[in-house]
């Protein structure tokens, strides 16, 4: 009888540790739920085994099949990051970079024993942060750089970089302007080509119950759509044009980020977006035409989204006195250099 003891021990062992990992999988799957919200987002996986979560590009494992980081850099999310994230108890960084999260940060991430770092920046989380965070060690690093926390205490800005805020009305807030002179960002514009030349508009005519001329799309546009900025009633329309397109590709190499796998992977390419500039200058129908492998596409897509926070919105097109919609196609080249 006795000998058996040590196989009993064993057996209860095992079973024990494959419970642990089907909790793991459990709480990641509800995790990731939350973090999708309510938009549909079939390139993340519903994970079924613990084997499978290790082998995902967007997990990180250690030896005993523990999760210790999640790296779901763009991955158009669009929902919240919920509390349940802290029960993955041996996580030691979090990448949620360039998405489109709002709400508050949850509290319990600081009463993870092994956690180093949380980057968040680039999505739409708002204030405040949670007490437990406040008092981190020195240890754990914070980024919520580009997003829409309020937050007046200077030491817990440069602490968390709290940088470059944006509001509701997608205006930065002057302090976060001031406070981004003082910080000084890795910038990786020399890793981003535009392809300007290929950048093209046509015009999306709004179909009109009483008009019986045929709805085609106008071939020629009297006024294309305008990148804010460059309204100067001194200039002519072509000055306006080129100073428009120059005004937004400033704008692109200033946001537009590399994604941290597609770097890793060495994938380079082009990527292809379009978008509705509407009848108020704002931004519209927001989408993916073509993309290589790899994130880029989903960076392509968000720096097109983030137009629509930033003071000024577009110049709209205009035809026979009216303004109309106009679709607008974007050409990206990534190229590592």
């Not at 968000?302 to 919609?325: A, F, L, S």
Request: proline letters at 5%; hydrophobic letters at 35%.
């Amino acid at each position: 009888m006795f000998k058996t003891l040590p196989l009993l021990v064993l057996c209860l062992c095992a079973c024990s540790s494959l419970l642990a990992q089907d909790n793991q999988v459990a709480i990641l799957n509800q995790v990731i739920a939350d973090l999708i919200g309510k938009q549909d987002n079939p390139d993340i996986p519903t994970y079924e085994s613990m084997k499978q979560v290790c082998r995902s590009t967007y997990i990180s494992c250690n030896k005993k099949k523990k999760i210790v980081g999640l790296n779901f850099q763009f991955s158009n999310f669009n929902g919240r990051i919920p509390e349940a994230i802290s029960q993955l108890e041996d996580l030691v960084h979090i990448n949620l970079e360039y998405n489109y999260l709002k709400g508050p940060i949850p509290s319990g991430l600081a009463k993870l024993q092994r956690f180093e770092k949380l980057s968040v920046r680039g999505n739409f989380l708002t204030g405040p942060i949670p007490e437990d965070l406040v008092s981190i060690p020195g240890r754990m690093e914070v980024d919520l750089s580009q997003n829409n926390i309020k937050e007046d205490n200077k030491k817990l800005v440069r602490k968390m970089n709290i940088i470059d805020q944006v509001n509701l009305e997608g205006c930065r807030s002057p302090d976060s302007i001031y406070l981004s002179k003082h910080k000084n960002l890795r910038r990786e514009w020399e890793e981003i080509v535009v392809d300007t030349a290929g950048i093209k508009s046509q015009e999306i005519q709004e179909e009109e119950s009483n008009n019986t001329e045929p709805q085609d799309s106008f071939k020629i546009i009297e006024t294309m759509p305008r990148f804010p900025g460059c309204e100067d009633d001194e200039l002519a329309d072509k000055e306006k044009n080129r100073c428009a397109q120059q005004k937004m590709l400033e704008f692109i190499y200033k946001n537009l980020k590399y994604p941290d796998f597609d770097k890793k992977l060495k994938i380079e390419g082009m990527v292809i977006t379009q978008f509705v500039v509407l009848e108020d200058g704002s931004i519209g129908d927001v989408t993916l035409v073509k993309s290589p492998r790899g994130r880029m596409g989903n960076s392509g897509l968000w720096i097109i989204n983030r137009m629509n926070y930033i003071c000024e919105k577009w110049t709209p097109g205009r035809q026979r006195g009216k303004n109309v919609k106009v679709l607008y196609t974007l050409p990206i080249k990534f190229k590592l250099q």
